[in-house]
């Protein structure tokens, strides 16, 4: 496994990594992107969550014989797609903890499991595999941002299924989006810790020119201020770059003035770089105007096609 340079900030150390799996193929994904990139010294947990029955089949038909064979089923199926993802860690290295989350047992619900068992752990980061729309992302849909900056315990990785590149030994071209906040900065450093001195580093200031301020300032005032924070922000990337080994470059990205967002802006430079992981902070707002639109993290999230890393606010930054 390769050793990232020492990029990232102390406080938000990637220290233990929280995998959760079912038996899809987006799941075997996430855990093989996992295998690549992890961090020496880190701690893994494989858990896979066994669905309630009761919420699964009609009431008034399910004999408790028949609930019992639906839980031992869906329990099964649990403890096979940990056996999978845990058979991929088998000579890496690290030290892999596993186990099933059956709801039928502890109750509540798929997501409330997963960010309690995130949270008993003390996981520093929370992987999923996704298909937007379906499968493991729907856990956190419409309420990503939510679920990122208040209930999950930690940052998240979303690995989605739509991305078909070859997994790399450790991420290759990384692409950190930033604004005017502390906690796009400290995304940066975060991220940094996934990067190897052979990692190529691109950081981003999204320009966002459909922004409807008019009844507060004119359009040209408002893309001139964008302009001057953003020239501060990736002022303050390339002198994190500077300090290290990597090839690195710093851009501002526009969006169209039309029909078009930050996410979308986000989304289509990291397609046309190439990038491999993209690195964003999930405050929820954006630089200078300082409006809230939703999470720029959680719209990301429901139309990338590339591993995205939401890095969660260091608490006392």
């Known amino acids: 496994m390769n050793s990232p340079h020492a990029g990232g900030d102390a406080r938000c ?7 959760a799996v079912d038996n899809s193929p987006e799941s075997a994904r996430a855990a093989a992107y996992v295998r690549h990139m992890t961090l020496p010294g880190a701690r893994i947990r494989i858990a896979s969550v066994a669905e309630n029955p009761r919420v699964m089949l009609p ?21 096979e797609a940990v056996a999978r993802a845990r058979a991929l ?11 099933v989350i059956e709801i039928s047992r502890q109750g509540g619900y798929t997501a409330n499991a997963l960010i309690d068992a ?15 729309h379906h499968g493991m992302l729907r856990w956190i849909e419409g309420t990503v941002s939510e679920f990122v900056t208040t209930a999950a315990p930690c940052s998240i990785l979303v690995v989605p299924a739509s991305y078909e590149a070859e997994i790399q030994l450790s991420p290759r071209r990384m692409l950190f989006a930033l604004d005017g906040s502390a906690a796009s900065l400290d995304a940066l450093h975060f991220g940094l810790q996934l990067a190897t001195p052979e990692c190529h580093l691109r950081a ?18 408002i893309v001139e201020a964008f ?19 990597n090839a690195s470059e710093t851009a ?16 289509r430079d990291a397609r046309q770089w190439g990038a491999d992981l993209i690195v964003v902070g999930t405050h929820g707002r954006r630089g200078v105007a300082r409006w809230l639109l939703g999470s720029v993290a959680a ?5 990338v096609h590339t591993p995205l890393l939401m890095a969660r606010p260091v608490p006392e930054a």
Not at 60 to 79: F, H, I, N, Y
Not at 89 to 99: C, H, L, R, T
Not at 299 to 303: E, H, L, Q, S, V
């Open 13 to 19: 150390a990637i220290g233990r990594v929280f995998l």
């Open 118 to 132: 995130a949270a008993e752990w003390k996981a520093d980061l929370l992987v999923v595999g996704a298909r937007q």
């Open 227 to 245: 302009v001057e924070e953003g020239n501060v922000v990736l002022a303050a990337a390339a002198r994190v770059f500077a300090d290290l080994p």
């Open 299 to 303: 719209r990301t999230a429901r139309i």
């Open 89 to 99: 860690f088998a000579d890496a290295g690290i030290e892999v903890e596993s186990g």
């Open 252 to 267: 501002f990205v526009e969006t169209a003035k039309s029909r078009d967002d930050v996410s979308h802006a986000i989304v």
């Open 59 to 79: 009431l008034t038909s399910a004999t408790d014989a028949e609930l019992q064979l639906a839980r031992d089923e869906l329990a099964r199926d649990a403890g």
């Open 204 to 221: 981003i200031y999204v320009i966002d020119r459909g922004a409807r301020l008019t009844d507060l300032a004119p359009m040209r005032d």
